[in-house]
């Protein structure tokens, strides 16, 4: 028998946020099933994302709910009736699922804001930085996982390219510019293609450099990702077992405000493509 495959992150934010319509609405599981005419065990499956849910019952239940946020609601629908299988596909089975919820959410996000202060962020680095990251993984990475994983990476920068790339802003430390985690070549390609990348009109790339004074954001490192309405908007830490999504509405208010006070610390974009180019010719 066919082992039933994990819901994705995506589908368990859809299974979130209808639990939440439900709960605003002061209904039990039970009252839910009952306005739809099914048992609470459907309900229960929807909301814990191990069983879909079709647009016309979606619909329903966000009238029964009384939800009159129309965006919000088409969002939701598009979430569900996207059957769209995206290139991460390829990697399941064969990387843990968080990579692929991690490319997922790229590439369904409207915008994204990184702030990083110790590595270069994942869609900016360069294949030799990112298997030098790799590479010193403890315990060590078998090779063909490395590879997997630098590829699945490298991959990632398809939402950087074609005719509609993702608007895409990142603020990174100079410690992550000036730590080489490969050697002085390297460092100085990944440098490079940093400055050369923030000549595009959607990438813009800003720095925060050593010397600033009253900067005390270093804890704030984060990917903000944009949904097609502010609800649905997603922020994603390193955690110790793996990536974390946060998608509270209290917590997505701070991570937008912590974002526009790192932004207003750092550089603006044409200083700050100085001020990398600067570091790149000093290796």
């Known amino acids: 028998m066919a082992t039933k495959r994990a819901p994705t992150a995506r589908q368990l934010r859809l299974a979130v946020e209808l639990r939440r319509l439900r709960e605003a609405a002061d209904l039990s599981a039970r009252e839910a099933a009952a306005l739809l005419g099914v048992n609470s065990v459907q309900i229960s499956q929807i909301e814990s994302g191990s069983s879909g849910v079709s647009e016309k019952r979606l619909r329903l239940l966000a009238a029964h709910y009384m939800c009159t946020d129309e965006a919000f609601i088409d969002a939701l629908v598009a979430m569900t009736t996207d059957r769209a299988q995206g290139w991460w596909e390829e990697y399941r089975g064969v990387l843990s699922t968080p990579f692929l919820d991690l490319a997922e959410l790229e590439h369904h996000a409207t915008f994204l804001r990184e702030v990083q202060f110790l590595y ?6 360069t294949e030799d930085y990112a298997r030098a990251v790799y590479t010193y993984r403890v315990p060590e990475l078998p090779l063909e996982e490395r590879e997997l994983r630098v590829r699945h990476r490298m991959d990632r920068k398809v939402i950087l390219q074609g005719p509609a790339p993702t608007p895409y802003e990142a603020v990174i430390h100079e410690a992550a510019l000036r730590i080489m985690v490969s050697d002085r070549a390297a460092s100085r390609a990944q440098l490079t293609s940093l400055v050369e990348l923030s000549e595009a009109d959607h990438i813009t790339v800003r720095a925060i450099p050593f010397d600033l004074e ?15 309405v502010a609800k649905l908007d997603t922020v994603v830490r390193d955690a110790p077992q793996g990536a974390a999504f946060i998608d509270s509405e209290a917590q997505l208010h701070a991570f937008r405000t912590l974002f526009r006070k ?7 974009p044409a200083r700050s493509r100085d001020f990398i180019h600067r570091l790149a010719k000093e290796l």
Do not use: H
Not at 214 to 228: D, L, N, V
Not at 262 to 268: T, Y
């Open 120 to 125: 270069i962020p994942g869609p900016l680095q």
């Open 214 to 228: 009253g900067f005390a954001g270093a804890t704030s490192a984060m990917t903000y990702a944009g949904g097609p």
């Open 262 to 268: 790192v932004e207003a610390d750092s550089l603006d």
